[in-house]
């Protein structure tokens, strides 16, 4: 089969190598190879792979680069709905003090902990972090998201949900709760007011990323009412040999 691995700019040049992006998918050895060689043609470091299902071991044995599972993204969604209560403790976030933007960013990388590029051994630890400070620097200033949502207990700054349009559907980007304030119901109460936020704005529906192996995301999104909309795996291929 053809397999196009289409070079991504933006990631390039922040990890400083070449990265890509597979566009098919894959279920055999000839795949694979397939892959490899665009890879190689493309003078790529590191491809990402999204598979709807887990490739096989047999599959795999075709491999000369290394294919590092990085990730199993399940992506939950609902009906959103304006039958929610309002919250005096969430708010839209205004201007951030010095002590509370570095806060923010902190629940940011906190939040990332379960992330692929958190758990890919070759990607530097810094990198991740820089990442994760971008991402909410850019919900802030409105690059990347519509709104940020935060709650406070007793004025102090404990969590924060940032809220974006994917697909013509309300998207959560980054909802975090600091470990301090874990327990409490903080990041249901997020969720519930960005749910409510996106009915009262005419979204009909919301979904939210996660990692299957962040069981606690996964528990609130699911006590909330959401339902697992699609899994997919996430491959890291590494070229080798360069």
């Known amino acids: 089969m053809s397999v196009e691995v289409r070079l991504l700019d933006w990631d390039s040049k922040f990890f400083e190598i070449r990265i890509g992006r597979a566009a098919a998918e894959l279920h055999t050895g000839a795949d694979i190879q397939a892959l490899e060689a665009q890879l190689h043609a493309a003078d790529l470091d590191l491809a990402y792979c999204i ?32 039958e929610l209560d309002d919250d005096d403790d ?7 003090n010095k002590e509370e933007q570095t806060k923010i960013e902190d629940l940011a990388i906190q939040s990332g902990v379960y992330s692929r590029f958190h758990m890919d051994p070759k990607i530097p630890h810094h990198r991740f972090e820089a990442l994760y400070r971008t991402w909410i620097r850019k919900s802030l200033s409105g690059d990347i998201a519509l709104k940020v949502l935060v709650v406070r207990v007793n004025g102090q700054l404990a969590g924060f949900v940032t809220l974006g349009e994917n697909s013509k559907r309300g998207d959560i980007g980054i909802i975090a709760v600091d470990h301090d304030f874990r327990g409490r119901g903080l990041g249901r109460r997020l969720m519930q007011q960005a749910e409510k936020w996106f009915a009262l704005n005419g979204y009909d529906h919301v979904q939210v990323v996660t990692q299957q192996r962040n069981k606690a995301a996964c528990k609130l999104y699911e006590s909330c009412g959401y339902h697992i909309g699609r899994t997919e795996h996430v491959y890291h291929v590494w070229r080798t040999g360069k």
């Open 51 to 82: 598979s709807s299902s887990k490739l096989s071991a047999e599959t795999l044995r075709f491999a000369t680069c290394e294919w590092l599972p990085a990730d199993v993204k399940v992506t939950f969604t609902k009906s959103a709905s304006v």
């Open 90 to 96: 969430v708010s839209e976030v205004q201007a951030l």
